[in-house]
């Protein structure tokens, strides 16, 4: 049986490159049968058939030679004794890194799943950057085990079903290999509502047969047109796929009965111009929907999909779907950039032809800069993610030139597709000769300037960050930061981690150095602290994360046992044998913690809480009991999963001790409103630990002070005078 797969594989292979050499294809075969000789699938198959399926899939996109020798040792260092070293003596370099790239890499021993699964997707979005041969095969492979999928458990089936519409159909899409993309939304449509596609299967086969009926005649009535106009032209029929349809359902709310074009007509012919006269002929025999024409072969998808789109309303107001294209047309969307590959060794590709070939995969390039500016796997996995779901929008330099960007784009994601130093000097925008605001939707057709200054000192803003689209632009605005805003960022980044470090009872000393602190450096490709504190500053990495992952490890290789203490506080605030009277002592700051009395108490910096707020305790690991507000949201996020931090606490009443609150005063329109604040607060004779004032981008003028007051009391009375100064709209208390 195995004989005649090869077999099978070579004929393919002939077919469309006559003078092929074989022999890397049958020691590949044979090495392929010798490592997996005794694996089973789960099928119970030979786990061989695998790779020699992945193979023949290769061959019949017509891939290269060392493309479908890869997809036949693609899972022979995963899954044997094989390593890279050994291919590469085998096969040389190029066949071992094209294996290498779609190998998954060894367990972490401290990362999570979820982690790994990010480590391994941003190791073949890498690879594929550098060879997109690397993500063909691993689309044909997880197609052939879409194709077996009824063989795993109903949880594996799940969760495969869901990362295939996650990931690999979009990318199916983004590189124009239709025919693989469709057949994956479908299965994964199988396994994700296994009642909802049965359903729909039924239904669609009760009106299939009418519609096909309906359908012959079209393509008779066109097919005797074409003829007489002397243009050969091949005529299909084909069903629309399941995901599709559904999707057209949930889009436009109609139920099956309401989804008229459950079928398609395609034609094929031989030249261009011969596309536009098929067309020609359509809307003379039938009636064309309006708004429901699009020419994909004068402005190509960025995948490069060509094709005559348009929507006809046929005899008894039938509507059904028509596709006008050329047969190298058809090529492309059918196994999209595969139809393109240019490889020296087996074709005489032009200096063109592989100019072209690079354009085509422009948007893969690109992820070489993403990496540069990410540390984190599972962010730059996300960005990817969402730069393959996003539609495209087509717009204009102003000298007619096309530039495609994702569906929402900005003047700004339009400035950095020119270049980095158009996007950082850019001041303002013309949108079709009219100046229009940064954070403008860009339209199909629109024709965009963009205006710059002449000073060298400008630079991005961070709220861009927020408002662009592309992860290209983000990626350029976040290098610029990291690069001129290194000082900036650190001191934020500093500011972030204590916060942090405040809800574990841990200090920056403690956790930012040492062994626990080098390992994670080196996971994020960072030299030293500061390194981080910069990354952390503009936003790449997480202080939550950060902060979470050293304590981790800081107390595994300390053999900390962070539990000790807890375990000593709760069992003191639930021993009921002494009165509780006679254990009750007042804090330095005025709190009483219910049943204890020999331990550290401190008000958390992140919402001041005054003598008069509903307050909770939070026993912190090393630093004693933390008393909150009971409407601090750090609190929510500090006890998910651990209620039995939480201890009652009270004040202990009146005092002369004096509290620190916090208060941000919001303005529209009032330029003296930080001199009446400070006279505000003067005339009260309240004690002004600090004030700052700023203006945002929408113009509203804000002050953020801090002062030191008795109670609650006092402090509704502040806020309430505050209140009443001219035009303020909004004063409230802060909370970090």
């Keep these: 049986m195995h004989d005649e797969s090869l077999l099978k594989l070579e004929n393919i292979i002939l077919g469309y490159i006559p003078d092929a050499d074989l022999e890397v294809i049958r020691k590949a075969y044979e090495i392929a049968e010798k490592m997996h000789d005794g694996q089973l699938r789960k099928s119970g198959e030979p786990f061989v058939i695998h790779p020699i399926e992945v193979a023949t899939m290769l061959a019949e996109m017509n891939m290269d030679l060392p493309s479908i020798a890869a997809g036949m040792l693609h899972d022979v260092v995963e899954d044997t004794p094989m390593t890279y070293d050994d291919v590469a003596t085998e096969f040389g370099v190029e066949i071992a890194n094209l294996v290498d790239g779609v190998t998954k890499l ?6 999570s799943k979820e982690e790994q699964q990010a480590e391994n997707l941003r190791k073949m979005f890498l690879s594929m950057a550098s060879d997109i041969r690397v993500i063909l095969i691993k689309l044909v492979d997880r197609l052939h085990n879409m194709r077996t999928l009824q063989y795993v458990t109903p949880e594996t089936q799940m969760k495969k079903a869901k990362e295939t519409l996650e990931i690999y159909t979009p990318l199916a899409h983004r590189l124009g290999i239709t025919k693989i993309k469709w057949e994956l939304e479908d299965l994964c449509f199988k396994y994700l509502d296994p009642e909802g596609y049965e359903d729909l ?16 005649k079209v393509l008779d009535t066109t097919r005797a047109r074409t003829v007489e106009m002397g243009i050969r032209a091949f005529f299909d029929g084909r069903p629309k796929h399941l995901s599709s349809v559904r999707r057209k359902m949930q889009t436009q709310n109609k139920t099956i009965d309401q989804i008229y074009d ?45 094709s005559l789109h348009t929507t006809l309303i046929g005899p008894d107001g039938f509507v059904f779907e028509a596709q006008i294209r050329t047969w190298e047309m058809h090529k492309t969307a059918e196994i999209g950039i595969a139809a393109h590959w240019k490889y020296k060794q087996d074709y005489n590709s032009t200096t063109k032809t592989t100019a072209e070939f690079d354009k085509k995969l422009e948007w893969v390039r690109n992820l070489f800069d993403l990496q540069k500016d990410m540390s984190d796997s599972a962010e730059f996995v996300e960005t990817f993610k969402m730069d393959l779901f996003t539609d495209e929008v087509f717009v204009f330099t102003p000298k007619g030139d096309v530039k495609s960007l994702p569906a929402g784009s900005t003047p700004i994601d339009f400035a950095y597709e020119i270049h980095s130093a158009v996007g950082h000097r850019m001041v303002g925008a013309k949108v079709n000769n009219e100046i229009k605001p940064l954070n403008y939707r860009l339209k199909n057709g629109d024709i965009v300037e963009i205006i710059t200054s002449s000073s060298p000192n400008k630079g991005p803003s961070r709220d861009w960050l927020s408002i ?20 900036e960022n650190i001191e934020r980044g500093r500011e972030l981690v204590e916060q942090e470090l405040k809800k574990y009872g841990y200090s920056f000393a403690q956790l930012f150095c040492g062994e626990w602190l080098d390992a994670y450096l080196k996971k994020c490709n960072l030299a030293t602290a500061d390194d981080l504190l910069n990354v952390i500053g503009f936003g790449e990495i997480s202080a939550k994360k950060t902060v979470a992952r050293l304590k981790e490890e800081y107390e595994r290789i300390n053999n900390v046992s962070p539990d ?19 254990r009750e002592k007042v804090s330095d700051n005025g709190i009483i913690v219910k049943g ?14 005054v003598p008069g707020d509903s307050i909770i305790g939070y026993i912190t690991r090393g630093r004693g009991v933390s008393v909150h507000r009971t409407d601090c949201p750090n609190i929510v996020s500090m006890t998910e999963g651990e209620d039995n931090r939480m201890i009652s606490v009270r004040w202990a ?17 009032n330029r003296r409103l930080l001199l009446q604040v400070a006279n505000l607060i003067n005339d009260m004779r309240i004690s002004m630990k600090s004030i700052n004032a700023r203006t945002t981008r929408d113009a509203y003028q804000i002050i953020d002070l801090v002062i030191e007051i008795t109670d609650k009391e006092q ?12 035009n303020v709209v909004e004063v409230s208390r802060a909370v970090r």
């Design 106 to 111: 060894k367990k972490i021993p401290t990362s």
């Design 201 to 216: 299967v039924k239904k669609i086969n009760q009106k299939r047969e009418e519609q096909e009926e309906y359908i012959k």
């Design 262 to 306: 459950l079928l398609a007509v395609r034609i094929i012919v031989d030249t261009v111009p011969d596309c536009y006269i098929v067309l020609g002929i359509l809307h003379d025999l039938y009636k064309p929907m309006p708004g429901r024409f699009k020419d994909y072969i004068s402005m190509p998808k960025p995948n490069q999909y060509q």
């Design 468 to 487: 662009v689209k592309s992860s290209q632009a983000r990626s350029k605005i976040r290098q610029w930061f990291k690069k001129e805003r290194r000082d």
């Design 564 to 582: 000790k203490e807890l375990e000593e506080l709760i069992k003191q605030s639930d021993d009921k044998k002494e009165p509780p009277r006679t």
């Design 596 to 609: 204890i009395d020999n331990c550290l108490v401190r008000l958390a910096c992140c919402c001041n809480p």
């Design 653 to 669: 009443g009146k005092s002369s001790v004096t509290h620190l609150a916090e208060i941000i005063v919001k303005a529209v329109d």
């Design 715 to 726: 402090l509704e009375v502040i806020i309430n005078k505050m209140r009443q100064l001219d």
